[in-house]
């Protein structure tokens, strides 16, 4: 039973670039949310997603926005890069109650340059 | 708004050693509490959590709890183990266990 996928596992982009960043929740799960975690820091809420539709979003610019798919599956795209968006990206999946525990994948390395 | 401080690390134990990582939260309301660890080139596991006042969560020799009136989650294991070394962090979350809001983690080294 495959766990939460993420692709690619590491990229690096240029300032003022795009990029997407993709998973595939666990088998099973139809909810994915996203964090960020920079270096030396706990990982923060982005958004969720929950029928294709964005359920809930942290304190993020609109230069972050996310896609849901009929399988499920989940991208994150961010506009304009900066310096700051160097970070881990974390995937999460879960069932779609409240108290269903997040199982998060092993995260997606940006570097901005 | 919600927020959760850990002990900044690292800790460096001997094996069999007594651990403990003090966590302490504010929120607004009766959030749901989390350990997570997060081993080196993987994503994050959840290890307890615990959902109202004076629950225990535990879980593979760790324990923590709910303690409301010291708004506290610390983190305890009695001995430690060489695999344990990881980055810990704890956790709250006000909707069931989504939309998690993190400390900034605690790496954990143990020696043998």
């Known amino acids: 039973d495959a766990g939460v996928t993420q692709s690619p596992t590491h990229l690096i982009k240029t300032r003022g670039q795009q990029v997407t960043l993709r998973c595939s929740p666990k088998?099973?799960?139809?909810?994915v949310s996203w964090y960020q975690q920079a270096l030396g820091q706990g990982p923060q809420f982005i958004f969720q997603?929950?029928?294709?539709?964005?359920?809930q979003r942290g304190n993020f610019p609109d230069r972050f926005s996310g896609h849901q798919f009929p399988n499920y599956s989940s991208e994150l795209n961010v506009n304009a890069l900066l310096l700051g968006d160097s970070a881990l990206y974390l995937c999460?999946?879960?069932?779609?109650?409240?108290?269903?525990?997040?199982?998060f994948g092993n995260g997606t390395r940006l570097t901005v340059t | 708004g919600d927020s959760v401080t850990q002990m900044e690390g690292p800790v460096t134990l001997s094996e069999e050693a007594f651990l403990t990582i003090n966590c302490t939260y504010t929120a607004t309301g009766y959030p749901s509490l989390f350990w997570y660890v997060q081993y080196p080139g993987e994503g994050l596991q959840l290890l307890l959590k615990?959902?109202?006042?004076?629950d225990k969560g535990s879980n593979k020799g760790f324990e923590a709890t709910y303690r409301k009136e010291t708004t506290s989650f610390h983190l305890e294991k009695g001995s430690v183990q060489v695999s344990d070394s990881a980055v810990y962090f704890c956790?709250?979350?006000?909707?069931?266990?989504?939309?998690?809001?993190f400390g900034t983690g605690t790496r954990l080294l143990v020696s043998p």
């Open positions: 615990a959902t109202k006042a004076d």
């Open positions: 088998s099973g799960h139809d909810t």
């Open positions: 956790a709250l979350s006000d909707q069931g266990f989504q939309k998690l809001v």
């Open positions: 997603y929950y029928e294709e539709e964005e359920r």
């Open positions: 999460a999946s879960s069932r779609g109650q409240v108290e269903s525990p997040l199982h």
